[in-house]
């Protein structure tokens, strides 16, 4: 904790909580981390509650079943109401941002090496996941806890799981007539915050969705007019360094492309060299004009309405 109150204290815009179950004070650890907070803009405390396999905090919030189970056994007003009662308890946490729902679709055995969804997925089918997953997100919105639909512009299927591996989604021409339309609707819907993938598209793009401008800027950005925050899946997956890229290069790439907010781990002992390897390489970036600083403000302007702090006071 003392290593990622340091960077807090530098100006961390988020933090995300790993692990399978959060230790008791948690409140308390995060509201003396936050309060390190530079200019007293609190970072967003993450984690993943998406229910199944992944779930960093049961023990505190309660346990959540699988997106597939909810499908099969619950209602969509059942789902909404049991991701609220998760919400409220992560808010009462100190967590902020939940980054799911998972709008992919798939059907597998997963979550493994080759399968990164399976069972976080809510369905195969379009439909089923969309009303599902908004109504997960819609819940979690209820809470105060802001949403992060995931792995855009859809991973399911996918040929890997690009933590430890690169990966490929499904081909463009069928993205866009099923896999994209989940995302779509979350657009449509006015859901907060989209998770970029890091698997490339074939018909689209080579390079790994989250630092892709044609997947990032052209699809997300002006085809569906997404004007809200923007974040990657982990930069330092495999499915990243794999495509030629440490974090700092791909941390600039993703801003670049229109990203807002980059995520990235590191073990404790390297979080502040690698934090500021890339703060380093943003601000040369925006230096020497790669970067456009324009591009940098919009994503800062995006992060703060994250955070719901109001950018023009009234006078």
């Known amino acids: 904790m003392a290593q990622v109150s340091?960077?807090?204290?530098?100006?961390?815009?988020?933090?995300?909580?790993?692990?399978?179950?959060?230790?008791t004070d948690l409140r308390d650890q995060l509201k003396a981390l936050t309060d390190q907070a530079r200019g007293g803009i609190a970072p967003l405390v993450m984690t993943d509650e998406e229910g199944g396999a992944v779930q960093r905090m049961a023990n505190l919030v309660g346990?959540?079943?699988?997106?597939?189970?909810?499908?099969?056994?619950?209602?969509?007003?059942?789902?909404?109401?049991?991701?609220?009662?998760?919400?409220?308890?992560?808010?009462?946490?100190?967590?902020?941002?939940?980054l799911a729902p998972v709008l992919d679709l798939d059907d597998g055995v997963g979550p493994n090496a080759t399968n990164p969804d399976g069972t976080r997925s809510f369905s195969l089918r379009a439909t089923t996941t969309t009303r599902y997953g908004l109504a997960?997100?819609?819940?979690?919105?209820?809470?105060?806890?802001?949403?992060?639909?995931?792995?855009?512009?859809?991973?399911?299927?996918?040929?890997?799981?690009?933590?430890?591996?690169?990966?490929?989604?499904?081909?463009?021409?069928v993205l866009q007539k099923h896999g994209l339309l989940p995302f779509t609707a979350a657009v449509t819907a006015g859901m907060p915050a989209v998770m970029t993938a890091n698997a490339s598209i074939p018909g689209l793009t080579s390079l790994p969705a989250s630092l892709s401008r044609l997947a990032t800027q052209q699809v997300l950005r002006r085809q569906l007019a997404f004007h809200g925050l923007v974040i990657t899946d982990s930069l330092s997956a495999k499915a990243?360094?794999?495509?030629?890229?440490?974090?700092?290069?791909?941390?600039?790439?993703?801003?670049?492309?229109?990203?807002?907010?980059?995520?990235?781990?590191a073990a404790p002992d390297r979080l502040a060299d690698l934090n500021h390897r890339v703060v380093?390489?943003?601000?040369?970036?925006?230096?020497?004009?790669a970067l456009p600083?324009?591009?940098?403000?919009?994503?800062?302007?995006?992060?703060?309405?994250a955070k719901h702090v109001t950018l023009c006071p009234s006078r």
Do not use: Y
């Open 63 to 98: 346990s959540i079943p699988s997106a597939r189970t909810m499908a099969a056994t619950l209602t969509r007003q059942q789902v909404r109401r049991l991701a609220h009662r998760a919400g409220t308890r992560m808010h009462d946490a100190g967590v902020s941002m939940d």
């Open 6 to 23: 340091a960077e807090v204290a530098l100006g961390a815009g988020g933090v995300i909580l790993f692990g399978n179950t959060a230790p």
């Open 240 to 265: 990243i360094s794999a495509a030629g890229f440490h974090v700092p290069r791909a941390s600039v790439r993703a801003l670049t492309v229109g990203a807002d907010m980059v995520l990235f781990g």
């Open 280 to 289: 380093r390489a943003i601000v040369d970036a925006v230096r020497s004009g």
């Open 293 to 305: 600083r324009t591009r940098l403000q919009r994503a800062v302007v995006h992060v703060l309405r």
């Open 136 to 173: 997960f997100a819609r819940g979690l919105r209820d809470a105060g806890v802001l949403p992060v639909v995931k792995h855009f512009p859809g991973l399911g299927q996918a040929t890997a799981n690009t933590d430890v591996a690169p990966a490929t989604t499904q081909p463009w021409a």
